[in-house]
């Protein structure tokens, strides 16, 4: 499975940290590489698009708070992306969502990060109807073919 990772300079200790202990997965870091200011939509974007275009399996986006960097991953059509902060949403977000880009905030601890990511590759979508119901309304808002 290849996994996607991407943060600003605030999220990078922790992607780098990430990036070490998920040795059982193929890791494609879109950036940023170091700890110098960045702008976090750069690497949204980039980490977006690499999901899209299934470059890579799911996405992991950080930066200070988990929550600019995870409204810019939603602005490339076809991202499901969730800012949560416990794995227990992890799971939720994949199992009604299919989201496929996880994020949340450098201020996570290196173990609860470490556990939201496993929970969130390793939880799959339910199928269940009244999910994939809602999820095919915010394709067709996105498309521009809903109607209210």
């Known amino acids: 499975m290849k996994i996607g990772i991407a943060s600003d300079h605030r999220g990078y200790k922790l992607k780098e940290y990430l990036k070490n202990e998920l040795t059982d997965y193929e890791i494609v870091d879109y950036g940023t590489n170091s700890e110098e200011s960045t702008d976090y939509p750069d690497y949204a974007f980039k980490l977006g698009k690499a999901v899209v275009e299934k470059e890579v399996d799911f996405g992991v986006a950080i930066c200070g708070s988990g ?33 496929n880009i996880v ?30 119901r809602r999820i095919d309304k915010i394709t067709k808002y996105e498309e521009g073919n809903y109607e209210w």
């Open 67 to 99: 929550i600019g960097i995870s409204i810019a991953c939603n602005k490339v059509k076809g991202v499901r992306c969730a800012k949560v902060t416990t794995s227990e949403e992890a799971m939720y977000t994949r199992n009604d969502n299919n989201s």
């Open 103 to 132: 994020a949340f905030g450098e201020k996570t601890t290196n173990e609860e990060a470490l556990n939201i990511v496993k929970t969130f590759i390793n939880t799959p979508f339910s199928n269940e109807e009244k999910h994939q």
